[in-house]
Nanobody, 117 residues
Framework: QVQLVESGGGLVQAGGSLRLSCAAS????????MGWYRQAPGKERESVAV???????NYADSVKGRFTISRDNAKATVYLQMNNLKPEDTALYYC???????????WGQGTQVTVSS
C-alpha cells in the first residue's frame, strides 16, 4: 500500500506560478512512475506530466514549456512547478504513482488549482 499527500494548490492570477508537492509513504520501494493528472469540471481526467524512476519525463502538449515535473526518490516526493499559469489550467490536480510488480495505481486526494484571468 502507498499513501499520497498532496499540497501546494491555491488561487493565482494568470501568469503566476504554483508548486505542487506529493509525498508518498508506505511501500515506497515499489514506486516506479510518479505523475500528475488533472480534472476540470465537466471534463475527463487527463495526464499532465509523468516522471519515471530514472528521471525520464513526459508532458501534455498543453503544458510543455510551462510546467516542470521532478522527483526526489530519497524523499519519495514528486513536484510539479507550474509557471505562466492560464485560466484553462484551473482543475483539481491529482498525484499518481505506479508500483511494481503489477503496475498498481495509487491516487492522492487532489489539490485545487484555480487561475483567475
Amino acid at each position: 500500500q502507498v499513501q499520497l499527500v498532496e499540497s501546494g494548490g491555491g488561487l493565482v492570477q494568470a501568469g503566476g506560478s504554483l508548486r505542487l508537492s506529493c509525498a508518498a509513504s508506505g511501500s515506497i520501494v515499489k514506486i516506479k512512475d510518479m505523475g500528475w493528472y488533472r480534472q476540470a469540471p465537466g471534463k475527463e481526467r487527463e495526464s499532465v506530466a509523468v516522471i519515471t524512476k530514472g528521471g525520464n519525463t513526459n508532458y501534455a502538449d498543453s503544458v510543455k514549456g510551462r510546467f516542470t515535473i521532478s522527483r526526489d526518490n530519497a524523499k519519495a516526493t514528486v513536484y510539479l512547478q507550474m509557471n505562466n499559469l492560464k485560466p484553462e489550467d484551473t482543475a483539481l490536480y491529482y498525484c499518481n504513482v505506479i508500483t511494481t510488480p503489477w503496475d498498481y495505481n495509487y491516487w492522492g486526494q487532489g489539490t485545487q488549482v484555480t487561475v483567475s484571468s
